[in-house]
């Protein structure tokens, strides 16, 4: 059974850090590229950040490059993603996204609120 399960959302003031993880299950998550997306109240769902499963490249959306962070630990089957410098405009439903040779899986979303 697949199964990816995000942690780490909550609520902090502008200026400070949250770590978010995406802990998988049921497939070879070394050999998925792995996604971060978020999903603001009356938008779409657009990338954050992304993270191959060769060479792990990444690439990140402009609105959060040099603030934000992907990473993963392959031995622990888990997705990172390090913010820092949250501005209230990354208010969001953050969603990891695991693509395995073509099959798409999404875990269910973890809540990040950024306000004083």
């Known amino acids: 059974q697949v199964q990816l399960v995000e942690s780490g959302g909550g609520l902090v003031q502008p200026g400070g850090s949250l770590r978010l993880s995406c802990a998988a299950s049921?497939?070879?998550?070394?050999?998925?590229?792995m996604t971060w997306y978020r999903q603001a109240p009356g938008k779409e769902r657009d990338l954050v950040a992304i993270i191959t499963s060769i060479g792990h490249s990444t690439n990140y959306a402009d609105s959060v490059k040099g603030r934000f962070t992907i990473s993963r630990d392959n031995a622990k089957n888990t997705l990172y993603l390090q913010m820092n410098s949250l501005k209230p405009e990354d208010t969001a439903v953050y969603y990891c996204k695991a693509n395995y040779g073509g099959a798409i899986f999404w875990g269910q979303g973890t809540q990040v609120t950024v306000s004083s």
């Open positions: 049921g497939f070879a998550f070394d050999r998925s590229t």
